[in-house]
């Protein structure tokens, strides 16, 4: 892999593959027709809640039943979210 910018991390590091770092998980937002995929008690932040450096609150919820009937990825309380917003196919 070309990478330029590996000729600017100090030699005396070491390079570890994110994978061995982290949990690393895919998702995507539940059918958005689907009224009982929402309006629930979960949180579902997306990346209009991304204002801030900290994240308290969303500005949608999703429900138990899209969290396991959907692709959707549950993460724990703290966890650090890298959003990608492209969306494959439209």
């Known amino acids: 892999m070309n990478a330029p910018?590996?000729?600017n991390i100090p030699t005396d590091w070491d390079s570890i593959p994110l994978k061995y770092l982290t949990d690393i998980r895919t998702g995507?937002?539940?059918d958005r027709s689907e009224?009982?995929?929402w309006?629930?008690?979960i949180p579902w932040v997306s990346s209009k809640d991304m204002i801030s450096e900290e994240i308290d609150d969303a500005e949608e919820y999703i429900t138990e039943e899209a969290a396991e009937n959907t692709s959707t990825?549950?993460?724990k309380?703290?966890?650090s979210d890298i959003f990608s917003p492209e969306t494959a196919g439209r």
Do not use: E, Q, V
């Open 73 to 75: 990825a549950l993460l």
């Open 35 to 37: 009224d009982s995929y």
């Open 39 to 41: 309006d629930g008690d």
């Open 5 to 7: 910018w590996k000729d």
């Open 77 to 79: 309380s703290y966890s």
């Open 28 to 30: 995507g937002t539940p």
